[in-house]
């Protein structure tokens, strides 16, 4: 299998900048042989990809997207602890907040953003377990944040 960086590059993506944290917090953690990352949320060259609510202001397409951006986010973070995804053995956990109205209730299908792209990356070591949840704003008016845990 292509490295994970060489997968992104013929997806047309790349491993961005870290995200500065917005608040009192870093962007990941290594504790043994995991790295966990804080909630990354859709942020790309400095603003978000969208702001609002899944069923509402944002697009089911747009949501897929802003997850998507912030899987590559995470990716920023975990690389900056560890230097190198290739030394990433398998992706574990995947936790996904969908901003959305009460009636919207397809989170699952939003949280494939970032699902699909980790799995694209990391082939089989990139299936995970995941929650896809639904609340009712997140910081900035984000619609998505991702956070992750890999084993390296």
């Known amino acids: 299998m292509s490295a994970p960086e060489e997968v992104l590059a013929e997806l047309g ?3 961005p900048e870290v995200v500065p944290p917005v608040a009192a917090y870093i962007p990941s953690l290594r504790t043994g042989n995991y790295i966990f ?3 990354q949320l859709p942020m790309k060259d400095g603003a978000l990809l969208s702001t609002g ?3 509402g202001e944002v697009s089911p397409e747009e949501g897929v997207a802003a997850a998507q951006q912030c899987a590559l986010n995470a990716l920023a973070a975990v690389k900056a602890e560890i230097g190198d995804l290739s030394l990433v053995k398998r992706v574990v956990k995947v936790t996904c907040f969908v901003a ?3 009636d919207f209730t397809a989170q699952p299908g939003i949280a494939n953003g970032a699902s699909e792209l980790l799995g694209k990356v990391f082939g089989d070591a990139g299936r995970h377990t995941r929650s896809a949840v639904g609340v009712s704003v997140l910081p900035l008016d984000a619609p998505v944040e991702v956070e992750i845990i890999v084993e390296i």
């Open 13 to 15: 993506l790349s491993v």
């Open 37 to 39: 990352t804080s909630g």
């Open 100 to 102: 959305s109205t009460p």
């Open 53 to 55: 609510k899944l069923g």
